[in-house]
């Protein structure tokens, strides 16, 4: 019995919300035919998006956790 395309029930749904981000980021680059790509990376130990041109240069970095509190529409007021 083969199993195909199931979700990985030991991933964290941050983790989801992250991977659909920068899909979905691909996604309109490429529609927009922007040369820019989106990336996943744990360099500083949290999650971070890094945005990068097609030379490999890094255009801009995003927090992860910010793009997980945008994703889930939660608000934080001080």
């Known amino acids: 019995m083969r199993i195909e395309n199931k979700a990985n029930p030991y991933v964290t749904s941050s983790q989801l919300d992250l991977k659909n981000a920068s899909r979905y980021m ?3 680059f490429k529609a927009n035919r922007i040369d820019v790509s989106a990336e996943l990376s744990t360099q500083t ?3 971070t998006m890094v ?3 097609e030379d490999g240069a890094v255009v ?3 927090d ?3 793009i ?3 994703m889930n ?3 934080t007021y001080v």
């Open 26 to 28: 691909n996604l309109a």
């Open 68 to 70: 997980i509190n945008k």
């Open 64 to 66: 992860g956790q910010k």
């Open 73 to 75: 529409h939660v608000d």
């Open 45 to 47: 130990g949290k999650p």
């Open 60 to 62: 801009r970095r995003i």
């Open 51 to 53: 945005i990068k041109n």
